[in-house]
Nanobody, 120 residues
Framework: QVRVVESGGGLVQPGGSLRLSCVASGSSLSINSMGWYRQNPGKQRELVAQISSAGRINYADFVKGRFTISQDNAKNTMDLQMNSLKPDDTAVYYC??????????????WGQGTQVTVSS
């Protein structure tokens, strides 16, 4: 079983910064990609940023130039540095991890989510 845990959410004023972290754990994990998604009530979950194990990065247009994704492959961790936050960035942020477990079983796992609120 793969466990995914996010941390770092909270309340911040517009223009402020937050850093989200995600860690994946499990037996014999080979991670192909990690990504951040966000969701508000009544809306679909949307991609924020994604990074592959090879370091290829994909950002949603609405965060380009403001958010930076990074990873530590050795520790199975991923961070999202969020700068110049706007009220529209308010959402629950979820970490998604995809790869192979136990050398042969594909997996895709979600964390429990962390709330980010941007408000004055």
């Amino acid at each position: 079983q793969v466990r995914v845990v996010e941390s770092g959410g909270g309340l911040v004023q517009p223009g402020g910064s937050l850093r989200l972290s995600c860690v994946a754990s499990g037996s014999s994990l080979s991670i192909n990609s990690m990504g951040w998604y966000r969701q508000n009530p009544g809306k679909q979950r949307e991609l924020v940023a994604q990074i592959s194990s090879a370091g290829r990065i994909n950002y949603a247009d609405f965060v380009k130039g403001r958010f930076t994704i990074s990873q530590d492959n050795a520790k199975n961790t991923m961070d999202l540095q969020m700068n110049s936050l706007k009220p529209d960035d308010t959402a629950v942020y979820y970490c998604n991890v995809a790869g192979i477990m136990g050398w042969k079983t594909p997996f895709g796992s979600w964390g429990q989510g962390t709330q980010v609120t941007v408000s004055s």
